[in-house]
């Protein structure tokens, strides 16, 4: 059974840190695309960020781009997304993705398998 796991969300200051993972058991990373996204009360499941887990290419939202940093690690089977400078905007629970090809992009229907999300609360 495919089960995806996020943990390191938490309360933060505007313009802090955190850093959220994601382990992937069932199936392995070798040929699967991975994605990270963001839903906030009363909006959309947005995209944050992908990645391929040979580590290219990636890609990522234009509210994160030059803040946030997706990464991974093969022999742990877990994703990795760095967060820095983080805004109130950014609150939200944020959702680790895994799809069927080696890239799956910025589309949430490219995605088969879904966590149950990890909260982060960025304060003023």
């Known amino acids: 059974q495919v089960q995806l796991v996020e943990s390191g969300g938490g309360l933060v200051q505007a313009g802090g840190s955190l850093r959220l993972s994601c382990v992937l058991s069932?199936?392995?990373?070798?040929?699967?695309?991975m994605g990270w996204f963001r839903q906030a009360p009363g909006k959309e499941r947005d995209f944050v960020s992908a990645?391929?887990?040979?580590?290219?290419?990636?890609d990522y939202g234009d509210s994160v781009k030059g803040r946030f940093t997706i990464s991974g690690d093969n022999a742990k089977n877990t994703v990795y997304l760095q967060m820095n400078s983080l805004k109130p905007e950014d609150t939200a629970v944020y959702y680790c993705?895994?799809?069927?090809?080696?890239?799956?992009?910025?589309?949430?229907?490219?995605?088969?398998?879904w966590g149950q999300g990890t909260q982060v609360t960025v304060s003023s």
């Open positions: 990645i391929t887990w040979s580590g290219a290419p990636t």
């Open positions: 069932g199936r392995t990373f070798s040929s699967t695309g």
């Open positions: 993705a895994a799809g069927r090809g080696t890239y799956s992009g910025r589309s949430r229907a490219g995605y088969d398998y």
